[in-house]
Nanobody, 125 residues
Framework: QVQLVESGGGSVQAGGSLRLSCAVS????????MVWFRQAPGKEREGVAG????????YYSVSVKGRFTISRDTAKNTVYLQMNSLKPEDTAMYYC??????????????????WGQGTQVTVSS
């Protein structure tokens, strides 16, 4: 099991930027693959970006590709999500999640057993 703690959320105006952090502790072998998800009220949880342990492969949802960047500092056991050109539709609770395997489908929430508590991102127009 691994413990995940998100930080960095807040309120910004459209066009602004935020950087989210996810600190990983515990059995880090369970965090070979990590994903940032988000969930807005009344909507399903959506995977926005995923990254392999060494950062060799990254995945992005269509809705954030070109605006968000996921990265990973293995020395600090931290995963980041740099969010630029934020839009009101990016408003959501953002969660990081971890799993030990890579797999073919990167963004199915049911495949992740370890989750952080979430950090709120609010983008105003």
């Amino acid at each position: 099991q691994v413990q995940l703690v998100e930080s960095g959320g807040g309120s910004v105006q459209a066009g602004g930027s935020l950087r989210l952090s996810c600190a990983v502790s515990g059995n880090t072998d369970s965090s070979n693959f990590m994903v940032w998800f988000r969930q807005a009220p009344g909507k399903e949880r959506e995977g926005v970006a995923g990254i392999y342990r060494g950062g060799s492969r990254k995945y992005y949802s269509v809705s954030v590709k070109g605006r968000f960047t996921i990265s990973r500092d293995t020395a600090k056991n931290t995963v980041y999500l740099q969010m630029n050109s934020l839009k009101p539709e990016d408003t959501a609770m953002y969660y990081c999640a971890a799993r030990p395997f890579y797999g073919l489908i990167w963004n199915n929430p049911a495949d992740f057993g370890d989750w952080g508590q979430g950090t709120q991102v609010t983008v105003s127009s």
